[in-house]
Nanobody, 122 residues
Framework: QVQLVESGGGLVQAGGSLRLSCAAS????????MGWFRQAPGKARECVAQ????????YYTDSVKGRFTISRDNAKNTVYLQMTRLKPEDTAVYYC???????????????WGQGTQVTVSS
C-alpha cells in the first residue's frame, strides 16, 4: 500500500524557517512528480511547489517564490520543502502529493499524505 509520511510541521514565528519532509513508500515513483499543497480553513487547496522526477522542472506558486525551495532524494523516495522567511499567510495544513506528469490541480493528485500543520505567528 502506498504511504506518504510527512514530518517537520510546527509553530514558528514570522521570518523563521521550517523544513518539511515526505517519505513515500509502497511502490516505485519513477517518473512521478512530487510536491506540496496547502489548505487554510475556508480556502481552496493550493499547489505550493512541485518537482519532477529528474528535478529538471520545478514549480512554485507566486506567493512563495524566492522563499521556499523544493528538492527530492529519489534513493529515499523523499521530497523536501525548505521554507524560509515564513509569513502568517503561510499558515495552513501542508499535504504531500504525488502525481504523474505536471499539473497543479488537486484533482490530478494520485496519492496524498495526511497533512502536517504549519502555523506562523505574527
Amino acid at each position: 500500500q502506498v504511504q506518504l509520511v510527512e514530518s517537520g510541521g510546527g509553530l514558528v514565528q514570522a521570518g523563521g524557517s521550517l523544513r518539511l519532509s515526505c517519505a513515500a513508500s509502497g511502490r516505485t515513483f519513477r517518473g512521478y512528480t512530487m510536491g506540496w499543497f496547502r489548505q487554510a480553513p475556508g480556502k481552496a487547496r493550493e499547489c505550493v511547489a512541485q518537482i519532477t522526477w529528474s528535478g529538471g522542472i520545478t514549480y512554485y506558486t507566486d506567493s512563495v517564490k524566492g522563499r521556499f525551495t523544493i528538492s527530492r532524494d529519489n534513493a529515499k523516495n523523499t521530497v523536501y520543502l525548505q521554507m524560509t522567511r515564513l509569513k502568517p499567510e503561510d499558515t495552513a495544513v501542508y499535504y504531500c502529493a504525488v502525481t504523474r506528469g505536471v499539473g497543479h490541480n488537486p484533482d490530478l493528485v494520485d496519492y496524498w499524505g495526511q497533512g502536517t500543520q504549519v502555523t506562523v505567528s505574527s
